[in-house]
Protein backbone atom coordinates (compact mmCIF):
# COMPACT_ATOMS: atom_id res chain seq x y z
CA UNK A 1 0.00 0.00 0.00
CA UNK A 2 3.00 2.44 0.64
CA UNK A 3 4.30 4.06 -2.74
CA UNK A 4 7.16 4.85 -4.21
CA UNK A 5 8.01 7.95 -4.96
CA UNK A 6 10.81 10.81 -5.60
CA UNK A 7 12.13 12.69 -2.97
CA UNK A 8 11.54 16.68 -2.52
CA UNK A 9 13.55 18.93 -0.79
CA UNK A 10 11.00 18.85 1.97
CA UNK A 11 10.62 14.92 2.32
CA UNK A 12 14.36 14.42 3.07
CA UNK A 13 14.94 11.71 6.04
CA UNK A 14 15.68 13.75 8.93
CA UNK A 15 19.86 13.82 9.87
CA UNK A 16 22.41 15.79 11.78
CA UNK A 17 22.01 18.83 13.47
CA UNK A 18 18.00 18.51 12.85
CA UNK A 19 18.28 15.39 14.36
CA UNK A 20 20.05 16.33 17.59
CA UNK A 21 17.63 19.33 18.01
CA UNK A 22 14.80 16.71 18.09
CA UNK A 23 16.40 14.65 20.82
CA UNK A 24 17.13 17.27 22.99
CA UNK A 25 13.39 18.87 22.83
CA UNK A 26 12.25 14.50 23.04
CA UNK A 27 14.70 15.21 26.50
CA UNK A 28 13.45 18.20 27.75
CA UNK A 29 9.59 17.25 26.95
CA UNK A 30 10.32 13.77 29.03
CA UNK A 31 11.84 15.54 31.98
CA UNK A 32 8.91 18.22 32.35
CA UNK A 33 6.58 14.66 32.35
CA UNK A 34 8.80 13.36 35.04
CA UNK A 35 8.31 16.45 37.10
CA UNK A 36 5.08 16.31 36.56
CA UNK A 37 4.42 13.10 37.57
CA UNK A 38 6.82 13.45 41.02
CA UNK A 39 4.42 16.62 42.16
CA UNK A 40 0.85 15.71 40.90
CA UNK A 41 1.22 13.05 42.68
CA UNK A 42 3.16 14.25 45.73
CA UNK A 43 -0.07 16.18 46.43
CA UNK A 44 -1.99 14.04 45.95
CA UNK A 45 -0.30 11.48 48.57
CA UNK A 46 0.00 14.37 50.85
CA UNK A 47 -3.56 14.73 51.03
CA UNK A 48 -4.02 11.11 51.47
CA UNK A 49 -1.91 10.58 54.11
CA UNK A 50 -2.77 13.69 56.36
CA UNK A 51 -6.31 14.37 55.34
CA UNK A 52 -7.22 10.48 55.18
CA UNK A 53 -11.35 9.84 55.46
CA UNK A 54 -12.36 13.64 55.10
CA UNK A 55 -15.02 14.49 52.36
CA UNK A 56 -13.63 15.43 48.84
CA UNK A 57 -12.24 17.90 47.66
CA UNK A 58 -9.72 17.74 50.49
CA UNK A 59 -8.87 21.13 52.46
CA UNK A 60 -5.48 21.37 50.63
CA UNK A 61 -7.81 21.61 47.90
CA UNK A 62 -5.36 21.49 45.25
CA UNK A 63 -6.31 19.92 41.73
CA UNK A 64 -2.67 20.55 40.43
CA UNK A 65 -0.24 23.29 41.10
CA UNK A 66 0.95 26.38 38.92
CA UNK A 67 3.95 24.65 37.92
CA UNK A 68 2.30 21.13 36.50
CA UNK A 69 -0.24 23.41 35.17
CA UNK A 70 1.92 25.17 33.23
CA UNK A 71 4.75 22.60 32.56
CA UNK A 72 1.95 20.42 31.61
CA UNK A 73 1.05 23.41 28.67
CA UNK A 74 4.95 23.53 27.66
CA UNK A 75 4.90 19.87 27.33
CA UNK A 76 1.89 20.75 24.34
CA UNK A 77 3.96 23.71 22.73
CA UNK A 78 7.02 21.73 23.00
CA UNK A 79 5.75 19.17 20.67
CA UNK A 80 4.26 22.17 18.21
CA UNK A 81 7.59 22.50 18.05
CA UNK A 82 8.89 19.72 17.17
CA UNK A 83 6.05 19.45 13.71
CA UNK A 84 7.47 23.12 13.09
CA UNK A 85 11.17 22.49 12.88
CA UNK A 86 10.96 18.94 11.09
CA UNK A 87 8.94 21.40 7.90
CA UNK A 88 12.33 20.09 5.58
CA UNK A 89 11.34 16.29 6.98
CA UNK A 90 8.18 15.51 6.61
CA UNK A 91 6.64 12.71 5.03
CA UNK A 92 4.73 14.95 2.71
CA UNK A 93 2.78 18.01 2.67
CA UNK A 94 -0.83 16.80 3.08
CA UNK A 95 0.55 14.84 6.06
CA UNK A 96 2.51 17.70 7.44
CA UNK A 97 -0.67 20.08 7.17
CA UNK A 98 -2.94 17.91 8.99
CA UNK A 99 -0.60 16.77 11.65
CA UNK A 100 0.01 20.64 12.47
CA UNK A 101 -3.68 21.75 12.19
CA UNK A 102 -4.22 19.00 14.51
CA UNK A 103 -1.63 20.48 17.24
CA UNK A 104 -2.58 23.91 16.66
CA UNK A 105 -6.39 22.80 18.04
CA UNK A 106 -4.59 20.63 20.56
CA UNK A 107 -2.34 23.55 22.18
CA UNK A 108 -5.59 25.66 23.04
CA UNK A 109 -7.27 22.70 24.38
CA UNK A 110 -4.84 21.79 26.43
CA UNK A 111 -4.12 25.88 27.97
CA UNK A 112 -7.86 25.64 28.59
CA UNK A 113 -7.98 22.50 30.60
CA UNK A 114 -5.02 23.84 32.98
CA UNK A 115 -6.92 27.09 33.40
CA UNK A 116 -10.24 24.80 34.18
CA UNK A 117 -7.44 22.83 36.73
CA UNK A 118 -6.18 26.36 38.36
CA UNK A 119 -9.53 28.07 38.76
CA UNK A 120 -11.13 26.88 41.54
CA UNK A 121 -14.34 28.62 40.01
CA UNK A 122 -14.51 26.32 37.21
CA UNK A 123 -15.49 22.58 36.15
CA UNK A 124 -16.46 20.57 33.25
CA UNK A 125 -19.61 21.89 32.94
CA UNK A 126 -18.34 25.50 32.23
CA UNK A 127 -18.66 26.83 28.87
CA UNK A 128 -14.90 27.37 28.62
CA UNK A 129 -14.93 23.98 29.06
CA UNK A 130 -16.73 22.59 25.64
CA UNK A 131 -14.56 25.39 23.92
CA UNK A 132 -11.71 22.85 24.62
CA UNK A 133 -13.69 20.33 23.97
CA UNK A 134 -14.94 21.20 20.33
CA UNK A 135 -11.32 22.48 19.62
CA UNK A 136 -10.40 18.81 21.19
CA UNK A 137 -12.97 17.21 18.35
CA UNK A 138 -11.39 19.06 15.66
CA UNK A 139 -8.01 17.76 16.21
CA UNK A 140 -9.13 14.34 15.98
CA UNK A 141 -11.36 15.05 13.31
CA UNK A 142 -7.74 16.41 11.51
CA UNK A 143 -6.05 13.22 12.48
CA UNK A 144 -8.64 11.10 11.64
CA UNK A 145 -7.83 12.23 7.84
CA UNK A 146 -4.62 12.36 8.40
CA UNK A 147 -4.30 8.63 9.38
CA UNK A 148 -7.43 7.48 7.21
CA UNK A 149 -5.92 8.61 3.68
CA UNK A 150 -6.33 5.98 1.28
CA UNK A 151 -8.09 3.87 3.99
CA UNK A 152 -9.17 0.71 2.47
CA UNK A 153 -12.15 0.26 3.66
CA UNK A 154 -13.51 3.48 1.65
CA UNK A 155 -11.87 2.99 -1.08
CA UNK A 156 -12.63 0.44 -3.64
CA UNK A 157 -9.76 1.25 -5.89
CA UNK A 158 -7.37 0.21 -2.49
CA UNK A 159 -9.84 -2.69 -1.14
CA UNK A 160 -9.23 -4.26 -4.40
CA UNK A 161 -5.65 -4.21 -3.76
CA UNK A 162 -5.92 -6.08 -0.85
CA UNK A 163 -6.03 -9.97 0.07
CA UNK A 164 -9.53 -11.20 1.45
CA UNK A 165 -10.33 -11.16 4.66
CA UNK A 166 -12.56 -13.41 7.23
CA UNK A 167 -15.44 -11.52 8.66
CA UNK A 168 -13.66 -12.29 11.99
CA UNK A 169 -10.14 -10.06 10.43
CA UNK A 170 -11.88 -7.61 9.15
CA UNK A 171 -14.27 -6.66 12.45
CA UNK A 172 -12.35 -7.88 15.83
CA UNK A 173 -10.86 -4.35 16.20
CA UNK A 174 -13.28 -2.80 15.62
CA UNK A 175 -15.27 -4.25 17.92
CA UNK A 176 -12.73 -4.22 20.26
CA UNK A 177 -12.38 -0.64 20.46
CA UNK A 178 -15.78 0.71 20.42
CA UNK A 179 -16.92 -2.38 22.78
CA UNK A 180 -14.37 -0.60 25.08
CA UNK A 181 -15.82 2.28 25.19
CA UNK A 182 -19.63 1.51 24.87
CA UNK A 183 -18.63 -0.13 28.41
CA UNK A 184 -16.84 2.69 29.77
CA UNK A 185 -19.78 5.06 29.14
CA UNK A 186 -22.70 2.65 30.03
CA UNK A 187 -20.53 2.35 33.49
CA UNK A 188 -20.50 6.27 33.71
CA UNK A 189 -23.71 7.22 31.86
CA UNK A 190 -25.75 8.47 35.03
CA UNK A 191 -22.57 10.17 36.25
CA UNK A 192 -22.68 11.89 32.75
CA UNK A 193 -25.99 13.50 33.01
CA UNK A 194 -24.84 15.21 36.22
CA UNK A 195 -22.35 17.50 34.26
CA UNK A 196 -24.37 17.31 30.72
CA UNK A 197 -22.02 15.47 28.74
CA UNK A 198 -24.69 13.17 27.48
CA UNK A 199 -24.42 14.32 24.40
CA UNK A 200 -20.77 15.94 24.53
CA UNK A 201 -19.74 12.57 25.48
CA UNK A 202 -20.89 10.43 23.54
CA UNK A 203 -19.83 12.54 20.41
CA UNK A 204 -16.41 12.97 21.21
CA UNK A 205 -16.12 9.21 22.08
CA UNK A 206 -17.20 8.66 18.51
CA UNK A 207 -14.55 10.43 17.49
CA UNK A 208 -11.48 9.45 19.60
CA UNK A 209 -12.57 5.71 19.30
CA UNK A 210 -12.87 5.87 15.25
CA UNK A 211 -9.10 7.46 15.21
CA UNK A 212 -7.51 4.66 16.84
CA UNK A 213 -9.36 2.47 15.04
CA UNK A 214 -8.26 3.98 11.90
CA UNK A 215 -4.83 4.72 12.78
CA UNK A 216 -3.96 0.78 13.71
CA UNK A 217 -5.92 -0.10 10.09
CA UNK A 218 -2.85 2.50 8.41
CA UNK A 219 -0.53 -0.05 10.46
CA UNK A 220 -2.16 -2.60 9.37
CA UNK A 221 -2.56 -1.80 5.62
CA UNK A 222 0.63 -0.21 5.64
CA UNK A 223 0.01 2.97 4.63
CA UNK A 224 2.27 4.99 6.48
CA UNK A 225 6.52 3.98 7.10
CA UNK A 226 6.17 1.36 9.70
CA UNK A 227 7.98 3.34 12.63
CA UNK A 228 5.81 6.42 11.95
CA UNK A 229 2.76 4.58 11.68
CA UNK A 230 3.24 2.56 15.08
CA UNK A 231 3.91 6.03 16.63
CA UNK A 232 0.50 7.33 15.54
CA UNK A 233 -0.94 4.31 16.39
CA UNK A 234 -0.16 4.26 20.06
CA UNK A 235 -0.40 8.33 20.02
CA UNK A 236 -3.83 8.33 19.84
CA UNK A 237 -4.41 5.05 21.67
CA UNK A 238 -3.02 6.70 24.49
CA UNK A 239 -5.18 9.97 23.66
CA UNK A 240 -8.32 7.29 23.86
CA UNK A 241 -7.62 6.44 27.15
CA UNK A 242 -6.43 9.93 28.48
CA UNK A 243 -10.35 10.27 27.31
CA UNK A 244 -11.40 7.58 29.50
CA UNK A 245 -9.60 8.72 32.76
CA UNK A 246 -10.45 12.30 31.76
CA UNK A 247 -13.68 11.54 31.92
CA UNK A 248 -13.99 9.86 35.26
CA UNK A 249 -12.74 12.82 36.97
CA UNK A 250 -14.44 15.35 35.15
CA UNK A 251 -17.60 13.53 36.61
CA UNK A 252 -16.46 13.72 40.43
CA UNK A 253 -17.26 10.63 41.72
CA UNK A 254 -14.80 11.20 45.00
CA UNK A 255 -11.57 9.01 44.91
CA UNK A 256 -11.89 7.15 41.47
CA UNK A 257 -11.99 10.80 40.18
CA UNK A 258 -8.97 12.12 42.61
CA UNK A 259 -6.93 9.28 41.18
CA UNK A 260 -7.97 9.54 37.40
CA UNK A 261 -6.63 13.00 37.19
CA UNK A 262 -2.85 11.87 38.49
CA UNK A 263 -3.85 9.03 35.57
CA UNK A 264 -4.56 11.93 33.04
CA UNK A 265 -0.77 13.13 31.70
CA UNK A 266 0.49 10.30 32.15
CA UNK A 267 -0.95 8.79 28.94
CA UNK A 268 -1.87 11.91 27.25
CA UNK A 269 2.06 13.85 27.63
CA UNK A 270 3.68 10.46 26.18
CA UNK A 271 0.78 10.18 23.39
CA UNK A 272 0.79 13.80 21.72
CA UNK A 273 4.69 13.52 21.99
CA UNK A 274 4.71 10.09 20.11
CA UNK A 275 2.00 12.21 17.46
CA UNK A 276 4.27 14.84 16.88
CA UNK A 277 7.08 12.37 16.26
CA UNK A 278 5.15 10.29 14.06
CA UNK A 279 5.33 13.02 11.44
CA UNK A 280 8.64 13.17 11.03
CA UNK A 281 10.78 11.32 7.76
CA UNK A 282 13.28 8.74 9.45
CA UNK A 283 15.81 7.11 7.50
CA UNK A 284 15.08 3.72 6.27
Known sequence: ??????????????????????????????LLMGAIFAVDWMVFLYEEIIFVGMEYPKPFGLKQTLFTGVAKS????????????????????????????????????????????????????????????????????????????????????????????????????????YGSAVVAITILWKDMAVIDHLIIGP?????????????????????????????????VTLWYLTEVVGEIFNVQIGLASSVAFQLVWMVYGPGILLLALSGIRYKE
Open 1 to 30: MTETTTLGKFEQPITGKKLTWVLVIVCVNI
Open 74 to 177: GNSVLCLFIVLIVLDNRIDKKDWILLFGAFLCMVPTDIIMRIIDLAPGLDASTPIFMVGGVLSIFAHFLLLFRHGRKFPYWRKSSRDLLPKKTIFQKLWLPILI
Open 203 to 235: VYTLFFTTNTWIAWEAVRYKLYPKRNGIFAAIG
